[in-house]
């Protein structure tokens, strides 16, 4: 099962993409074809509109999400009641009709759980536009569950390693 886990928070020092790191680490270690794409070491241009000009990376990575990711697995930061910007930058370059059929898991990083569960909400609308099956059991992390930049949360470990079991699961039966 090809996965792509995105860190799609822009922040050098984010919790979020030590989550999306964890994600991948267990994804790799259950032998898994996973990548990581970490939004805050290799930002993608922002969209500005079909048939401008990209950068190769960005084009490359819109193209691999098509073409030979079959799970996604999305960790992002919630900013303002909202997933982040560099986000849903992909899915503005995605064109909707050819992500269908997709499965995705989420990862939502927030210092409460409100917004997180509206954030939940939001990413299954987004999903639903591109035809995507979103995973029901997200993970809602909050910064009570680190220690400095560690991830001392056992439960918050299970529950990413549960998503991604349950992630490749769905994809499986699906595609
Ligand atoms: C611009 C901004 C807006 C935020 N808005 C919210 C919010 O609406 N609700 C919330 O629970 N946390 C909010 N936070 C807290 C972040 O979700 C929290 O700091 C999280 O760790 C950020 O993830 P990151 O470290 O990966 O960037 C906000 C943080 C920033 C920087």
Redesign the pocket.
Known sequence: MKTLVIAA???K?????VLAKFAHDYAKEKKLDADLLDLSKTPLDYFRGYGEEYSKFTIETINAIKDKYQLLILAT??????F?AALKNIFEHSNYKELKGKTAGFII????????LLVQEQLNSLMNYFGIYSNPKAVHA??EDFDGMNLKSEAIQERIKELVDSSIDMAERLS
């Not at 930061?77 to 909202?82: A, I, N, T």
Request: hydrophobic share 20%; charged share 10%.
């Open positions: 928070s822009p922040r020092n984010s919790y979020t993409n930061p919630v900013y303002d009641s909202g982040s990083m927030a210092s409460g759980k409100i917004s997180s909050t910064m």
